[in-house]
T-cell receptor
Framework: QKEVEQNSGPLSVPEGAIASLNCTYS??????FFWYRQYSGKSPELIMS????GDKEDGRFTAQLNKASQYVSLLIRDSQPSDSATYLC??????????FGAGTRLTVKP | ETGVTQTPRHLVMGMTNKKSLKCEQH?????MYWYKQSAKKPLELMFV???????ENNSVPSRFSPECPNSSHLFLHLHTLQPEDSALYLC?????????????FGPGTRLLVL
């Protein structure tokens, strides 16, 4: 079983729509969760971190964490073509290693 | 600009060559990491350094040799690589090793082994 799983996509949404990206993880004791955005040919850049159950909002981005179900999601409201990228879910467990999913490729069509 | 720099940005090398990748962070962080990113695969953690001491070697072949002379600099020495080692090599740093600290990535070195 993969430690961090994401749908590879591509996920395609029209401009202005809500993009929903999902991630599940296998280590139940994981405590820290991150979403990174990676444009083609570039390095990952942090979008959101979340540590507690519930929602965390930052501008057009909302991260949702459900530790009981072992999933974390990222919602992007009012999607823009500039949001087109690969989104990486990352999880830190008790051993302090950050484990990444393979990423979901998002395309926002004008 | 994340405060983490890497050189070179692109590298082409033969299987018999020896080269080194360099990473420098200007964030005052104490933990540094090397990752490998291959196409359509998750980022793979290679090495972790905490206060310039190696804390993890994630079963990386000995043809990759890390060096951390101080908390701000990290090197990855390469020798007798294989074509399957072609990938994007990313350096990252965090304030601390523990406590769920965010990692900040450098721009990466895209390596092609011929």
């Amino acid at each position: 079983q993969k430690e961090v799983e994401q749908n590879s996509g591509p996920l395609s949404v029209p401009e202005g729509a809500i993009a929903s990206l999902n991630c599940t993880y296998s280590d139940r004791v994981s405590q820290s969760f991150f979403w990174y955005r990676q444009y083609s040919g570039k390095s990952p850049e942090l979008i959101m971190s979340i540590y507690s159950n519930g929602d965390k909002e930052d501008g057009r981005f909302t991260a949702q964490l459900n530790k009981a179900s072992q999933y974390v999601s990222l919602l992007i409201r009012d999607s823009q073509p500039s949001d087109s990228a690969t989104y990486l879910c990352a999880v830190i467990s008790n051993n302090n290693d950050m484990r990444f999913g393979a990423g979901t490729r998002l395309t926002v069509k004008p | 600009e994340t405060g983490v720099t890497q050189t070179p940005r692109h590298l082409v090398m033969g299987m018999t060559n020896k080269k080194s990748l360099k990473c420098e962070q200007h964030l005052g962080h104490n933990a540094m990491y090397w990752y490998k990113q291959s196409a359509k695969k998750p980022l793979e953690l290679m090495f972790v350094y905490n206060f310039k001491e190696q804390t993890e070697n994630n079963s990386v072949p000995s043809r990759f040799s890390p060096e951390c002379p101080n908390s701000s600099h990290l090197f990855l020495h390469l020798h007798t690589l294989q074509p399957e080692d072609s990938a994007l090599y990313l350096c990252a740093s965090s304030r601390r090793l523990s406590g769920g600290e965010t990692q900040y990535f450098g721009p990466g070195t895209r390596l092609l082994v011929l």
